[in-house]
């Protein structure tokens, strides 16, 4: 493409095939503690 | 559901459902705007006095062909799978183990009230401690990875308990096929060689308490005397950091209304030679005279641009650190899942006393209507637990409509009943910056590939 660069084509819809195993890492033991954020958190399978 | 902005000399486009991330031209921004609601002829005529219509069309056809490929104008169909997913039973993976209901600081704008969370000071026993980690053993399910942060208060001041749950919580890894993460938050005061190297050992995170500027520090986090705990603090992060080779540890701050530049608070800290930085807005009643206001919120986001063109630019120069808040994992991010379903507070994250209450999480402790139970009995209130399971973006109007809601998992339970005395609202000022962070965060690594590619 010439006008477009994709930074990301991930779909979310794929990952509802293996997602959901619970294994990451609680948003708020990370480091806020007042806020929640989980887009910054990484997928225990990806490591 | 599209989001679309200008930031930085980036047109970016978020194609929200599919989560994909696009850079485009001038060209392709003005189309995607106006792409559902008109056909080619409006699409042509409206734009032709700005752009050719040759130009418009070959646009056009990239937008079809990402709008082909899924990756525009998807649609939003997790719900059902989201409310299939919350009512999965519940498992516990994560305690707040508020070690200390006491403080060493007198931290103005402190949730806990100076640690003592509206109750009295109280530290919790070993054995307080260890039915909580023989309760998270019990209650995880198949889960393996455990989490525990010391919490408090100042955990610091309970060093001896936190050392012996750590030596109980290893002993029964093998026994129960569970591999727990300790974390530590602390203020400082009482950090010595000693903690650290146990910290080093045995903890997979530590979250070290630090405003920023030695000023705005000292105002906010005074000794009980006054005096500011700057000084005595700042050496013994900066060595914690070093030993810990710059990762696995955040110094961690807080702004307020007196420091609406807080910009300089972070790249402080940066100066400072940290690496892993996290300085967050404050939470707290409006009526307190540090409280965030709405007319700070303006100002605050240009905080936040300012401080992600100074990160670029220091990227470039290699000099980099980490801002938490504009971490993105574009590529390996979470699940759906994860994204959709809420931070997991009252569910798979409990907040225990010092005395062994269960709470939803760390800023509902104390209020007595999220009592849960307790070490001994277990969920009691498990009408609390259903309310806080079924409560995820979908549950939540306002998030309905916004483009962060994959970002933010529908923002801060506590916050919500704060400010709006229910869960499933939400916080309004603190979704204005949490927008405003995820496009900083996307700005960056638009800047960060484009430096890749030599532009």
């Given at each position: 493409m010439?006008?477009?660069?994709?930074?990301?084509?991930?779909?979310?819809?794929?990952?509802?095939?293996?997602?959901?195993?619970?294994?990451?890492?609680?948003?708020?033991?990370?480091?806020?503690k007042t806020s929640c954020t989980v887009g910054n958190q990484s997928c225990e399978n990806n490591k | 559901m599209i989001h679309q902005y200008k930031n930085n000399g980036y047109n970016i486009v978020l194609d929200v459902n599919s989560g994909s991330v696009h850079v485009v031209d001038d060209l392709v921004y003005d189309i995607i705007a106006i792409y559902e609601d008109c056909g080619q002829d409006e699409i042509v005529e409206r734009l032709s006095g700005r752009y050719e219509r040759d130009q418009i069309l070959e646009a056009l056809g990239e937008v079809r062909q990402l709008e082909e490929d899924g990756l525009l104008f998807t649609e939003d169909t997790?719900?059902?799978?989201?409310?299939?997913?919350?009512s999965r039973p519940t498992v516990v993976k994560a305690l707040c183990l508020h070690i200390a209901h006491d403080?060493?600081?007198?931290?103005?704008?402190?949730?806990?009230?100076?640690g003592e969370y509206h109750g009295r000071r109280a530290l919790m026993s070993f054995e307080v401690g260890k039915k909580a980690l023989d309760f998270l053993i019990a209650n995880s399910g198949s889960r393996v990875h455990l989490e525990v942060d010391f919490f408090g208060g100042e955990p610091l001041m309970n060093f001896d308990v936190v050392r012996k749950l750590v030596e109980y919580g290893r002993s029964q890894e093998k026994i129960h096929n569970k591999k727990f993460r300790f974390t530590l938050t602390t203020n400082g005061v009482l950090l010595n060689d000693d903690v650290m190297e146990f910290a080093n050992k045995e903890m997979a995170n530590v979250v070290l308490s630090v405003d920023g500027r030695k000023e705005v520090h000292d105002r906010m986090r005074p000794f009980r005397n006054g005096q500011g705990s700057y000084d005595l603090i700042m050496p013994k992060f900066i060595k914690m950091a070093e030993s810990r080779n710059q990762t696995n540890y955040?110094?961690?701050?807080?702004?307020?209304?007196?420091?609406?530049?807080?910009?300089?608070?972070?790249?402080?800290?940066?100066?400072?030679?940290?690496?892993?930085?996290?300085?967050?807005?404050?939470?707290?009643?409006?009526?307190?005279?540090?409280?965030?206001?709405?007319?700070?919120?303006?100002?605050?986001?240009?905080?936040?641009?300012?401080?992600?063109?100074?990160?670029?630019?220091?990227?470039?120069?290699?000099?980099?650190?980490?801002?938490?808040?504009?971490?993105?994992?574009?590529?390996?991010?979470?699940?759906?899942?994860?994204?959709?379903?809420?931070?997991?507070?009252?569910?798979?994250?409990?907040?225990?006393?010092?005395?062994?209450?269960?709470?939803?999480?760390?800023?509902?402790?104390?209020?007595?209507?999220?009592?849960?139970?307790?070490?001994?009995?277990?969920?009691?209130?498990?009408?609390?637990?259903?309310?806080?399971?079924?409560?995820?973006?979908?549950?939540?109007?306002?998030?309905?409509?916004?483009?962060?809601?994959?970002?933010?998992?529908?923002?801060?339970?506590?916050?919500?009943?704060?400010?709006?005395?229910?869960?499933?609202?939400?916080?309004?000022?603190?979704?204005?910056l949490m927008r405003k962070r995820v496009e900083c965060a996307i700005m960056i690594k638009a800047a960060q590939a484009a430096l890749e590619e030599g532009e």
């Open positions: 010439k006008r477009v660069k994709t930074l990301t084509s991930r779909t979310l819809k794929n990952t509802m095939v293996k997602g959901g195993c619970g294994e990451c890492q609680t948003s708020c033991q990370s480091a806020c | 997790y719900k059902d799978y989201i409310i299939d997913f919350k403080c060493n600081l007198a931290c103005k704008y402190c949730f806990a009230e100076e955040y110094v961690r701050g807080t702004f307020t209304h007196y420091n609406t530049d807080f910009a300089k608070d972070v790249l402080s800290l940066a100066d400072m030679g940290f690496k892993q930085i996290s300085v967050e807005p404050v939470v707290a009643p409006p009526q307190e005279p540090y409280a965030i206001t709405t007319e700070d919120v303006p100002i605050l986001c240009e905080q936040y641009d300012q401080l992600a063109r100074e990160m670029i630019r220091r990227e470039k120069e290699g000099r980099g650190f980490n801002f938490f808040h504009f971490m993105i994992d574009l590529t390996g991010g979470p699940c759906v899942a994860k994204r959709l379903s809420g931070c997991g507070s009252g569910t798979e994250y409990l907040a225990v006393t010092p005395w062994g209450d269960f709470y939803p999480c760390h800023q509902f402790v104390g209020q007595e209507e999220f009592l849960m139970g307790n070490v001994d009995e277990g969920i009691v209130r498990t009408d609390i637990r259903d309310e806080f399971k079924m409560c995820n973006v979908y549950a939540k109007d306002k998030c309905r409509q916004c483009f962060a809601r994959f970002y933010c998992s529908g923002g801060c339970a506590a916050n919500a009943y704060n400010f709006n005395h229910s869960i499933t609202d939400a916080y309004d000022i603190g979704c204005d």
